[in-house]
């Protein structure tokens, strides 16, 4: 069945290493979203993107975050160098716009020490 | 692993009527829970949440949701819907005490009719 498939599902690493995460989105489908997850700010979105033009990444620290699709099968999300406060869990969800929701991926769990 | 069941997919329901969508979710701990809202074109937005204390909480846009541990629920109602809730709900879980991985349900698409 399509599903949204996100790598590596967990990651550790330290202060200052650069991080990738990857998302396949479901084939077909032309909206990309990436969003934060943290128990103290809830879901947040980083970034999105339609037909693989970024649309909004007003939501990323633009210092350090840099999200990309390089083509339709695969987005990238990229911190560095990482900090401790970007623990968190990283959600790619896809959709076809406009209206019809998202999938979501089962996350990337990230932690920075 | 928790697990979240939403067993509607598709609600389509008139303006001024009353909703209520379900969601139950299995896990062994506690846990929290939260409701999100995507409209049409738009990225989630965070309806209303459960941490602890009243299981009956209130969200934005009038809506609000019971938590029954017993039945292991936590609906999403509001009492009269307008053309604009037309979205889709999801509801989320994830083990309380630590940032820990949501796990969401399948949501579901709310249609309002005018």
């Known amino acids: 069945d399509a599903r949204v498939t996100q790598t590596p599902r967990h990651k550790v690493t330290e202060m200052g290493q650069e991080v990738t995460m990857r998302c396949q989105p479901i084939l077909g489908h032309n909206t990309v979203f990436w969003y934060r997850q943290t128990m103290m700010q809830g879901l947040e979105l980083l970034a999105y993107?339609?037909?693989?033009?970024?649309?909004?990444d007003s939501g990323m620290p633009k210092d350090r975050f840099s999200a990309e699709m390089p083509d339709a099968t695969l987005a990238t999300l990229k911190i560095q160098p990482s900090e401790p406060r970007d623990s968190a869990v990283y959600f790619c969800?896809?959709?076809?716009?406009?209206?019809?929701?998202?999938?979501f991926g089962q996350g990337t769990r990230l932690t920075v020490v | 692993a928790q697990s979240v069941s939403q067993h509607n997919h598709h609600v389509i329901l008139s303006e001024a009527a009353s909703l209520e969508l379900g969601c139950n979710y299995s896990y062994g701990g506690t846990v929290n829970l939260f409701w999100y809202v995507q409209y049409p074109g738009q990225h989630l937005q965070l309806l209303l949440k459960y941490f602890s204390g009243d299981p009956l909480v209130k969200g934005i846009k009038g809506f609000e949701a019971e938590f029954i541990k017993s039945k292991f629920s936590f609906n999403l109602r509001k009492p009269s819907v307008q053309w604009s809730d037309t979205a889709e709900y999801f509801c989320?879980?994830?083990?309380?005490?630590?940032?820990?991985?949501?796990?969401f349900g399948s949501g579901t698409q709310l249609t309002v009719l005018p």
């Open positions: 969800a896809s959709g076809l716009a406009p209206g019809n929701g998202a999938f």
């Open positions: 993107f339609r037909n693989r033009a970024p649309l909004d």
């Open positions: 989320a879980v994830s083990p309380s005490g630590s940032a820990r991985q949501l796990t």
